[in-house]
């Protein structure tokens, strides 16, 4: 079984800058892709950043030039560093990790709320 534990969400103005982590433990042989996707109140959830087990990022078009993702392989972590955030940018933010262990899986982080006041 593998565990995700997010953390470092909260409340800030807009123009504040915010880093989420999400770790991986458990039965890990080695991760592919690791990803961070938000839904906001009434919406659908969207993806927000994704990155390779090579380090390729995707990002959606609305964080371009203001987030950025990235990891830390050693450490099953996947971080997603807000930058300039925006009031639109709040909502629940779930990281999205391919493990690889006995198959293939795809696991989900419990969520973290992100709060951007104007």
């Known amino acids: 079984q593998v565990q995700l534990v997010e953390s470092g969400g909260g409340l800030v103005q807009a123009g504040g800058s915010l880093r989420l982590s999400c770790a991986a433990s458990?039965?890990?042989?080695?991760?592919?892709?690791m990803g961070w996707y938000r839904q906001a109140p009434g919406k659908q959830r969207e993806l927000v950043a994704a990155?390779?087990?090579?380090?390729?990022?995707n990002y959606a078009d609305s964080v371009k030039g203001r987030f950025t993702i990235s990891r830390d392989n050693a450490k099953n972590t996947v971080y997603l560093q807000m930058n300039s955030l925006k009031p639109e940018d709040t909502g629940v933010y779930y990281c999205?990790?391919?493990?690889?262990?006995?198959?293939?899986?795809?696991?989900w982080g419990q969520g973290t709320q992100v709060t951007v006041s104007s």
């Open positions: 458990g039965s890990i042989f080695s991760i592919n892709a």
């Open positions: 999205n990790v391919e493990v690889v262990s006995y198959s293939v899986e795809v696991y």
């Open positions: 990155i390779t087990s090579g380090g390729s990022t």
